[in-house]
């Protein structure tokens, strides 16, 4: 499979990045998108892009929600205070997952990813890590530090890319969006970083030099995204970038072991697959 040509840059959740990459590359990289500071006083309720409000606020909010019966569901609106690209590229001071999880009483990077994911509702009801996200949002309220935006390269992620690129000598960029409806060349050599930050819109998902030998990829609601090369740039993107490299096993879903969403989602089905023996004994 040419993922170029057959619109599957980014991989299936289920399929090893290695192998869907390696027509092209043979390393791979996790990178995560850093939560920040802003140098000048914050205020804000809320340190997330987007935050959960009431039917009552939506319906206030929007008029054409009014007559809907909106009944067990989460809504959520874009923060108005979360601050533009502009501001965060001239005051932000980038904030790795390293120090958060230093910090608190989270684990590792496999518990911030999924405070981060129930922040937005990404889960369903029996994946959700309430008592994670609490942990999060305490710290993160107190020390006034905003969450990342969730599919989507920040302004840190669009620096690194940058510099990335003309770190190898790449200036012939190719900038594709969420559904391949619009494919963008980009020239390094007349675009500075901050000019390379504001071509990115939101919805670009698929950014690699013309020459195919360094991508990044993101998905709809990850924080985190990928950054394919071969093995001789992959100690550069190891300096560069907060993640891991990922090895043969590794998946979309990183941060779940193998059968662990449906031993979750279907605890039943799980344990009738166990020997009979087994089962009685419980």
Do not use: C
Not at 98 to 127: F, V
Not at 171 to 194: R, S, Y
Not at 220 to 230: G, Q
């Amino acid at each position: 499979m040419n993922i170029f040509t057959d619109n599957k840059i980014y991989p299936n959740e289920e399929i090893p990045v290695k192998k869907h990459f390696s027509e092209f590359y043979d390393s791979v990289f996790i990178a995560f998108l850093p939560f920040f500071r802003i140098q000048n006083e914050t205020k804000s309720n809320s340190f997330k892009s987007s935050k959960q409000i009431s039917v009552e606020q939506a319906k206030a909010e929007m008029k054409e929600l009014e007559p809907l019966k909106l009944e067990n569901v989460e809504i959520f609106t874009s923060n108005k205070d979360y601050p533009k690209d502009k501001e965060v590229y001239e005051n932000g001071i980038l904030v790795k997952w390293e120090e958060i999880i230093s910090d608190t009483k989270l684990s590792s990077n496999i518990e911030l990813n999924r405070a981060l994911k129930t922040s937005i509702g990404s889960y369903k009801k029996k994946l959700e890590r309430q008592d994670l996200l609490k942990t999060l949002d305490d710290y993160t309220d107190l020390q006034k530090i905003w969450h990342p935006t969730e599919g989507s390269f920040g302004v840190f992620a669009k620096k690194g890319i940058y510099q990335t690129f003309k770190n190898f000598n790449k200036d012939k960029i190719i900038v594709i969006d969420e559904f391949f409806e619009k494919e963008t060349e980009l020239d390094l050599t007349v675009l500075n970083e901050i000019e390379f930050i504001e071509k990115i819109d939101f919805k670009d998902y698929y950014i690699y030099s013309s020459d195919k030998e360094i991508l990044f990829t993101i998905d709809w609601d990850s924080y985190f995204y990928l950054i394919a090369v071969d093995k001789y740039k992959i100690e550069y993107i190891k300096n560069h970038f907060e993640g891991f490299v990922a090895d043969e096993k590794t998946t979309h879903l990183w941060d779940w072991k193998e059968g662990e969403i449906n031993s979750i989602l279907n605890p039943k089905k799980v344990k009738e697959k166990r020997p009979w023996w087994k089962r009685i004994m419980e």
